[in-house]
């Protein structure tokens, strides 16, 4: 069963950076799409960022662009979130999942990943 890892999660203050990191097991990791969703206290799961393994193209959702930054390293299967400009209402746990990719995934739905993480905790103080 492919394996997936966060880390870098922290506590920062407003206007901060943190970078968060996903490994993934498997020989497979260039072709999934990943996600990025994250879950605040008593709030619903919702999605952040999606790199593609076809095409590699990128989303966001609104509150996160022009702030994060979602990229990855095939070489070392891993994907990466880079959140600038940090707010208080961007604290949750963050969970990376991981799917085989294809043509017309719903890679903002969390229906659409097979392979979860346990979450990193992201909290932002003001």
């Known amino acids: 069963q492919v394996q997936v890892v966060e880390s870098g999660g922290g506590l920062v203050q407003a206007g901060g950076s943190l970078r968060l990191s996903c490994a993934v097991s498997?020989?497979?990791?260039?072709?999934?799409?990943m996600g990025w969703f994250r879950q605040a206290p008593g709030k619903e799961r919702e999605f952040v960022a999606a790199i593609r393994g076809i095409g590699l193209q990128t989303y966001y959702t609104d509150g996160a662009k022009g702030r994060f930054t979602i990229s990855r390293d095939n070489a070392k299967n891993t994907v990466y979130l880079q959140m600038n400009s940090l707010k208080p209402e961007d604290t949750a746990v963050y969970y990376c999942?991981?799917?085989?990719?294809?043509?017309?995934?719903?890679?903002?739905?969390?229906?659409?990943?097979?392979?979860w993480g346990q979450g990193t905790q992201v909290t932002v103080s003001s």
């Open positions: 498997g020989r497979t990791f260039g072709t999934y799409a």
């Open positions: 999942a991981a799917h085989p990719d294809y043509s017309g995934i719903a890679y903002y739905s969390r229906s659409a990943y097979a392979y």
